[in-house]
C-alpha cells in the first residue's frame, strides 16, 4: 500500500514539531478591535486595472528567483530528446529567475468535492512532490516546489489549509497523523456531537464580543478539528499565520489561495457573475471586471470606510478554520470592507451596496475548478495543472453510489472568459460539457491539454481528472468516513494518474509530455521550436476543439 510503514513512524515526531502556529491577537477564536495602522492598507481600482500587493509580488519574485536549480534537476531527470537544459535556462542564469520572463510559471487549481477532493488532491500533489522518491523516479516529482501558486475552494481548500498551517508537510503523513478520516465523522455522530458545547461557547464568545455569527462558525470548528494540527483545535490559528512557517518564509512552496463567492441575498440563485473573493496569507481580494480591491488578511471583518489612520480595524478575523469553512458552506457572512466601492454608473459592482458580504462555496456556481484566481493577467501563469475531482457524471452500481468529473467546471470557467466583461481574460476554448461531447471525446478518463497552439499570454491547461486509473475514487461528496483501504486507493489512484506509471493509462512517455507542457510557453519567448518529441507528445495530449 502507498501509506508506508516508515512515515507512520517519522509523523509522531512530526506532531510535536510541525504544529500550527498560533497567531490570534485575542490568543482564542473571536477577533479583537485596535487602531488601523498608517499606511496604503486599501487598494482598489474601478476600471479594471489590477495589480498585486506587494507581499505577494515579493513572495513570487523570491521564489522564482531560487528556482533555477530546480528546474536543472527536474529537467535532466525527464531527459528530453534532443533539448539542451543548459540553454534552455541560460537567460535565467543570465538575468535571473523571473516567472514568465526568463522561466515558466505554472499553478495547481484543487478542486472542491468534499473529503473525495481532499483525498485525491492530496495524492496527486504527492505524486508530483520531490521529497517523495517514488515521484523522482518516476520523473515527475518535484512540480510542488517548483509550481508558484496554489488554488483550492471546498475539499481542496481543507487541503491547502491543512498543508499550508502544517509548515506543507508530506501529505501521507497529514493523513495518517491529523486528518482522522477513519472516525465516524458525520454531524450527528458523538465523536462529532461530543464537542457541540465547548463550539457552543467559542463562537457565543465571538459573539459576545460584538461580531456577527453564523453556522459557519460552528462549521468552521468542525472542520479545524480534522484539519489543523494544533492542540486547541484551531481556535487561535490564523490564515496569515501561514506567514509564518518555515516553509513560507523560505519561499520552498506554491502561494496559498482559497476562494468563496459571494451571492445578492439568501434567497436570490447563484451564477457565473457572482464574484468571487479570495484568501491568501497576506490579503483578502476580489478580482471582478467592475471592481479589483484588496485589503492585508489580518484586517479581514473590518467594516468599511475604515483604513485611515487612527480608525477601528478588526484583528483575528481570518480564523484558518473559518475561511476553510466559507470556502465549503453556503451559509457565511463577513462585513463588507469594500462597501462603497464601485458604485460608479454605468455599471456597479455587485456587492457596493451590501453590509455584509453572504460568501458561498466556491463551486456553487459550477466553477468546481478555481481557476479564476490563476487566470488574473497580472499573475502571468504560463500553465495551470487542474486537478478535477466533481462528480457531475453519476455512477450508481448496486450498493454504491458516487460520482466522477465530466468536464462541466472547465467549461463553465470558458464560458465567463467569453462574457463581455470579461473580455480581458484569456482562457482556452473548450469543448461543450453540458452537451456531451467533452465527456465523448474521452477527456474524462486521461490527461489532457488545452490551449496546445494558443499563443501566450493565455495559459495551457493540463487537466487532470478523477477516475480510475488503478481503483476507483468516486465516492458521494457527502461521505465523510473513510476506511485505511479506501485511502490508500486514494492515494495510489492519485500516484497513478500524476505518473501514468501504471493503470488504464500507462505511458511511459508521460514525464517528457508534461514536461514538454510546462515548458512550452517558455520555448516561445526563447524563441525555440518545439522539438520533435513535444510535437508528437502535443498530437496525443492535446484536445482537438472546433
Not at 478520516?181 to 464568545?205: C, Q, S
Not at 481557476?371 to 454504491?400: C, K, M, N, W, Y
Amino acid at each position: 500500500m502507498f501509506l508506508l510503514a516508515f512515515e507512520g513512524f517519522q509523523a509522531s515526531k512530526f506532531l510535536k514539531r510541525d504544529v500550527a502556529i498560533e497567531g490570534s491577537p485575542s490568543g482564542d477564536y473571536e477577533p479583537v478591535r485596535t487602531f488601523c495602522p498608517n499606511g496604503p492598507n486599501l487598494r482598489f481600482s474601478e476600471t479594471g486595472d489590477s495589480r498585486l500587493s506587494e507581499a505577494e509580488t515579493n513572495y513570487v519574485k523570491e521564489k522564482s528567483s531560487k528556482s533555477i536549480p530546480l528546474w536543472k534537476d527536474y529537467l535532466n531527470r525527464v531527459k528530453l530528446n534532443n533539448f539542451d537544459v543548459n540553454q534552455f535556462l541560460a537567460k535565467a542564469e543570465h538575468q535571473g529567475g523571473i516567472g514568465m520572463n526568463t522561466l515558466p510559471s505554472f499553478g495547481f487549481a484543487i478542486s472542491g468535492g468534499g473529503v473525495r477532493a481532499l483525498c485525491l488532491g492530496a495524492s496527486i500533489l504527492e505524486g508530483f512532490d520531490g521529497r517523495n522518491q517514488k515521484a523522482v523516479d518516476a520523473k515527475v516529482g518535484g512540480l510542488v516546489q517548483l509550481a508558484t501558486y496554489a488554488s483550492g475552494l471546498s475539499g481542496g481548500a481543507w487541503l491547502l489549509g491543512s498543508w499550508a498551517t502544517s509548515n506543507f508537510q508530506r501529505l501521507p503523513i497529514l493523513n495518517q497523523t491529523l486528518w482522522r478520516l477513519t472516525e465516524e465523522n458525520d454531524l450527528w455522530d458523538w465523536n462529532i456531537a461530543k464537542d457541540y458545547p465547548n463550539i457552543y461557547h467559542v463562537i457565543k464568545e465571538k459573539k459576545e464580543s460584538g461580531f456577527p455569527i453564523t453556522l459557519v462558525d460552528a462549521w468552521g470548528r468542525i472542520v479545524a478539528r480534522h484539519f489543523i494540527n494544533d492542540h486547541d483545535k484551531g481556535k487561535g490559528v490564523l490564515w496569515s499565520s501561514i506567514r509564518d512557517t518555515s516553509g513560507y518564509k523560505n519561499r520552498e512552496f506554491p502561494f496559498v489561495i482559497v476562494l468563496s463567492l459571494s451571492r445578492p441575498s439568501p434567497h436570490q440563485s447563484i451564477s457565473i457573475q457572482c464574484p468571487i473573493y479570495e484568501y491568501t496569507p497576506e490579503d483578502f481580494t476580489v478580482w471582478n471586471p467592475r471592481l479589483n480591491a484588496s485589503i492585508p488578511i489580518q484586517y479581514l471583518g473590518t467594516a468599511a470606510p475604515s483604513f485611515k489612520d487612527r480608525d477601528v480595524c478588526v484583528e483575528g478575523y481570518d480564523n484558518a478554520g473559518f475561511i476553510m469553512g466559507m470556502s465549503s458552506n453556503i451559509l457565511s457572512s463577513v462585513p463588507n470592507t469594500f462597501r462603497g466601492l464601485g458604485a460608479s454608473p454605468p455599471a456597479r459592482f455587485f456587492d457596493s451596496d451590501a453590509e455584509m458580504l453572504l460568501m458561498a462555496d466556491g463551486g456553487l456556481a459550477s466553477e468546481n475548478i478555481p481557476l479564476f484566481p490563476l487566470i488574473q493577467p497580472i499573475r502571468q501563469l504560463d500553465v495551470i495543472i487542474a486537478i478535477d475531482s466533481s462528480a457531475e457524471e453519476r455512477v450508481e452500481t448496486e450498493g454504491h453510489t458516487g460520482g466522477y468529473p465530466n468536464g462541466t467546471s472547465l467549461y463553465m470557467t470558458y464560458l465567463k472568459t467569453q462574457l463581455p466583461e470579461y473580455s480581458g481574460y484569456r482562457f482556452p476554448k473548450i469543448p461543450n460539457a453540458i452537451d456531451g461531447t467533452f465527456f465523448q471525446n474521452g477527456y474524462t478518463k486521461r490527461p489532457t491539454f488545452f490551449g496546445c497552439y494558443d499563443p501566450p499570454p493565455t495559459p495551457l491547461i493540463i487537466y487532470l481528472p478523477n477516475y480510475g486509473a488503478v481503483a476507483e475514487t468516486d465516492s458521494e461528496s457527502s461521505q465523510t468516513t473513510y476506511t485505511g483501504e479506501l485511502i490508500g486507493q486514494f492515494f495510489d489512484n492519485g500516484f497513478a494518474i500524476a505518473t501514468q506509471s501504471q493503470g488504464t493509462t500507462f505511458d511511459p512517455e508521460w514525464p517528457a509530455c508534461l514536461a514538454c507542457a510546462l515548458i512550452d510557453r517558455q520555448m516561445i519567448r526563447n524563441l525555440t521550436p518545439r522539438t520533435d518529441q513535444c510535437n508528437n507528445c502535443f498530437k496525443r495530449y492535446c484536445a482537438v476543439v472546433p
